[in-house]
Nanobody
Framework: QVQLVESGGGLVQAGGSLRLSCAASGRTFNSYAMGWFRQAPGKEREFVAAITWSVGKTYYQDSVKGRFTISRDNAKNTVYLQMSSLKAEDTAVYYC????????????????WGQGTQVTVSS
């Protein structure tokens, strides 16, 4: 089992920044990558960014490239999502997930999820 706990969400004005954290515990040695997804009301969960534990290879959704940065601290088993130049359309519940699969952009390949953290961007 892997436990994931997100933190760092909140209310921010458009153009502002937030940093999300996801702390992993348990049997994390099986994890290949960590991903951030988001889900707005009435919409499906969508991929935002992912990073591999070993070499730190990163993946981003096109709409967040240049604005969001994913990083990890292997010693702390923690993954971060630095979000800048936030827009109203970034408003959603953000979830972190852990996957053993190399297919990191699909939520269906993730084994574990955190409880989610709300990010609200006011325009």
């Amino acid at each position: 089992q892997v436990q994931l706990v997100e933190s760092g969400g909140g209310l921010v004005q458009a153009g502002g920044s937030l940093r999300l954290s996801c702390a992993a515990s348990g049997r994390t040695f099986n994890s290949y990558a960590m991903g951030w997804f988001r889900q707005a009301p009435g919409k499906e969960r969508e991929f935002v960014a992912a990073i591999t534990w070993s070499v730190g290879k990163t993946y981003y959704q096109d709409s967040v490239k240049g604005r969001f940065t994913i990083s990890r601290d292997n010693a702390k088993n923690t993954v971060y999502l630095q979000m800048s130049s936030l827009k109203a359309e970034d408003t959603a519940v953000y979830y972190c997930g852990s996957t053993r699969s190399v297919i990191v952009v699909s939520p269906g390949t993730y084994d574990y999820w955190g409880q989610g953290t709300q990010v609200t961007v006011s325009s």
